[in-house]
């Protein structure tokens, strides 16, 4: 992390896309969009049952309710990445009061 950081700062792009692009860090992509439930099933229905059974049934109207979307995507395969998603995740529900649905391939 300290040569990641390193290398940050000193601007040098092509190390940086090595290290990400060679798996040697952890690292995962955040993207945030407005969510309208009811829109999105109508655009495209057979996404529905995905979305529904990304939640447990006592979730489902938070769901439903829901206005912002975080879609996290996991860019290692390595243990780590795993770890790190996890707990992005975890901070993005307890800070944002929401749920964390597992949908593998969401409409972005």
Known sequence: M????????KGDRIPLAEMLNGGKLPWC???TARIDYEKTVK???RDKPGID??????????L?????????YNQSLKKNGQQLMTRLAD???GHTEGIVADYQQPVR
């Open 2 to 9: 300290a040569e990641f950081d390193r290398l940050v700062e």
């Open 29 to 31: 992509e955040l993207y």
């Open 43 to 45: 655009v495209c229905p």
């Open 53 to 62: 059974g990304s939640v447990p049934k006592s979730q489902l109207s938070v």
């Open 64 to 72: 439903k309710n829901a206005c912002t979307r975080y879609i996290i």
């Open 91 to 93: 901070a993005l529900a």
